[in-house]
Nanobody, 116 residues
């Protein structure tokens, strides 16, 4: 059974930081590029960052480039999203999945709310 479990979201003020974690089935973690996606209310889900099995990271969203980083935690077979200098427009539900041809199912996501 495939595992995709996101965690680490919360309510923060503008300028603060959060680290999200995506726990993934080991077989997927080892062989597939993993992406972090986000979906704001009324918007489509978008891919914002991805990391290959070898650890090459790409921030695919210009809106978060320079503020967010993605990394693999090999000890925990998880993928982290470090989010710095958060802005109100980063408010969304964040998900992880394969970076290409994502599974048809998604985890529950983790809510990030950036507000005063």
């Amino acid at each position: 059974q495939v595992q995709l479990v996101e965690s680490g979201g919360g309510l923060v003020q503008p300028g603060e930081s959060l680290t999200l974690s995506c726990a993934i089935s080991e077989s997927i973690f080892k062989d597939k590029a993993i992406g972090w996606y986000r979906q704001a209310p009324g918007s489509q889900r978008e891919l914002i960052a991805l990391i290959t099995p070898g650890g090459t990271a790409t921030i695919t969203s210009a809106a978060v480039r320079g503020r967010f980083t993605i990394a693999r935690d090999r000890a925990k077979t998880s993928v982290l999203l470090q989010m710095n200098t958060l802005k109100p427009e980063d408010t969304a539900t964040y998900y992880c999945n394969k970076a290409t041809m994502p599974f048809n199912f998604w985890g529950q996501g983790t809510q990030v709310t950036v507000s005063l």
